[in-house]
T-cell receptor, first 113, second 113 residues
Framework: EAQVTQNPRYLITVTGKKLTVTCSQN?????MSWYRQDPGLGLRQIYY???????DKGDVPEGYKVSRKEKRNFPLILESPSPNQTSLYFC????????????FGDGTRLSIL | KNQVEQSPQSLIILEGKNCTLQ??????????LRWYKQDTGRGPVSLTI?????NTKSNGRYTATLDADTKQSSLHITASQLSDSASYIC????????????FGTGTRLLVSP
C-alpha cells in the first residue's frame, strides 16, 4: 500500500529541546515536502526536496532544518523549538513536480510548551 | 499577490443533498488546480487535478470545474453522505521552477443525518 509515514503522531515537549519528526515514503517518489497547518492560515510549505541531497526553503523555513540522505526519508528537525512552532505538521511526496503534493502523511501534532 | 480564496468557510447540509464549494484564485502563471479532502485527524487526499485546458473533472460523486478566464473553480458534491464531512482544500500550482503551491484555507463541510 502506498504510504507516507510520519512519526511521532503526537508530541508535547518544552522550549529548546531538539526534536526530529521522521517521514518515510514507500513509493520511490523523488519529490518530498513538509507543511505546517494552522487554523485560519491553511497549509504552508516549510521545506521541499527534489531528490537526494537536494533541498530548498519553502515559505516558512525559519527555525526548521531538513535532510535528504536517502530517497525514502525526509526528516524535519527543530533544533531549538519555540512555542510558535506548535502546529500540525504534514509530510508529502509525489513522483514529479507537476503532481506534487500527491500523497500526504497523517500528520504530527506538535505542542511546544 | 498570489492568493486562493475559498467560500464558504463552513457549510452544513442534510445527507442526500447536493452542494457546491467555490475557489477563486489570483495565481499567475497558472499550472494546475487541485482539490483535496481532509478528514479530521488525517492528511489531505487528492480528489481532482485540472490543468489550464480542462474545465471539468469528476471523481465519483465529486465534480470539479475550472474557468481559467475568470480564475474560478468549484467542487460539486452530489447526493452527499455522512462520510463527506471534512475540510475541502483548493490548491493552485504556479508554472514556475518547482511549481510553487498556493493553498486556500479550506471549506469545512458537515453533512447532517
Amino acid at each position: 500500500e502506498a504510504q507516507v509515514t510520519q512519526n511521532p503522531r503526537y508530541l508535547i515537549t518544552v522550549t529548546g529541546k531538539k526534536l526530529t519528526v521522521t517521514c518515510s515514503q514507500n513509493m520511490n517518489h523523488e519529490y518530498m515536502s513538509w507543511y505546517r497547518q494552522d487554523p485560519g492560515l491553511g497549509l504552508r510549505q516549510i521545506y521541499y526536496s527534489m531528490n537526494v541531497e537536494v533541498t530548498d526553503k519553502g515559505d516558512v523555513p525559519e527555525g526548521y532544518k531538513v535532510s535528504r540522505k536517502e530517497k525514502r526519508n525526509f526528516p524535519l528537525i527543530l533544533e531549538s523549538p519555540s512555542p510558535n512552532q506548535t502546529s500540525l505538521y504534514f509530510c508529502a511526496s509525489s513522483f514529479d513536480r507537476t503532481h506534487q503534493p500527491q500523497h500526504f502523511g497523517d500528520g504530527t501534532r506538535l505542542s511546544i510548551l | 499577490k498570489n492568493q486562493v480564496e475559498q467560500s464558504p468557510q463552513s457549510l452544513i447540509i442534510l445527507e442526500g443533498k447536493n452542494c457546491t464549494l467555490q475557489c477563486n484564485y489570483t495565481v499567475s502563471p497558472f499550472s494546475n488546480l487541485r482539490w483535496y479532502k481532509q478528514d479530521t485527524g488525517r492528511g489531505p487526499v487528492s480528489l481532482t487535478i485540472m490543468t489550464f485546458s480542462e474545465n471539468t473533472k469528476s471523481n465519483g460523486r465529486y465534480t470539479a470545474t475550472l474557468d481559467a478566464d475568470t480564475k474560478q473553480s468549484s467542487l460539486h458534491i452530489t447526493a452527499s453522505q455522512l462520510s463527506d464531512s471534512a475540510s475541502y482544500i483548493c490548491v493552485v500550482s504556479m508554472n514556475t521552477g518547482f511549481q510553487k503551491l498556493v493553498f486556500g484555507t479550506g471549506t469545512r463541510l458537515l453533512v447532517s443525518p
